[in-house]
């Protein structure tokens, strides 16, 4: 005779089946999360020419080993760059620290990855904020926007790669 917990244990064997068959059971990619992650926020969605805008990129270290190398790209949209009239500049860029921000070692869409201060040890996340200046005879009614891949080798000597990651848009209005 069977007992009332293999019963139970053979009816959520059933249950777990049955869901993974037909794909209604949690992924466990969706909760494990790359080895490092590239985020992008703006500090806002409009400027007018002559304005600024903050982008600030976030590189989070989701391994267990520290991120020793980070190589990045950082280039303006197809969408972007069909806009010769709308005209914007780097004129800033700083590393967010514990002891308060310090300047970056290069401006522009460069290699980035000196900038975000590695090693970056492991749940850490480090943020560069690059500050675009949009010239006051810029056009207007037009969109902003930039995409990104990086690179990342950790102390256990493996590597990782992601993108394109896309930076939200900035609109640029007239005044």
Not at 13 to 37: K, Q, R
Not at 145 to 159: K, L
Request: with cysteine; net charge negative.
């Amino acid at each position: 005779m069977r007992s009332p917990l293999t019963r139970r244990l053979g009816l959520t064997t059933v249950l777990a089946l049955f869901l993974a068959v037909f794909g209604l059971a949690p992924s466990a990619s969706a909760a494990d999360p790359g080895p490092a992650e590239l985020t992008f926020t703006t500090d806002t969605a409009t400027t007018t020419p002559g304005g600024t805008v903050n982008l600030s990129m976030t590189l989070t270290n989701n391994k267990t080993y520290d991120i020793w190398f980070v190589y990045q790209t950082i280039d303006p949209t197809w969408l972007t760059t069909q806009r010769p009239d709308l005209k914007y500049s780097v004129t800033g860029c700083s590393l967010a620290t514990a002891s308060g921000s310090s300047a970056c070692s290069g401006t522009g869409p460069t290699n980035l990855g000196t900038n975000y201060g590695a090693p970056v040890p492991p749940g850490q996340s480090r943020t560069v904020t690059l500050t675009l200046q949009i010239a006051a005879d810029s056009g207007c009614n037009g969109n902003i926007g930039f995409y990104s891949y990086f690179y990342a080798e950790f102390s256990d000597s493996t590597n990782t790669s992601g993108g394109p990651v896309h930076t939200p848009e900035t609109r640029v209005l007239c005044s």
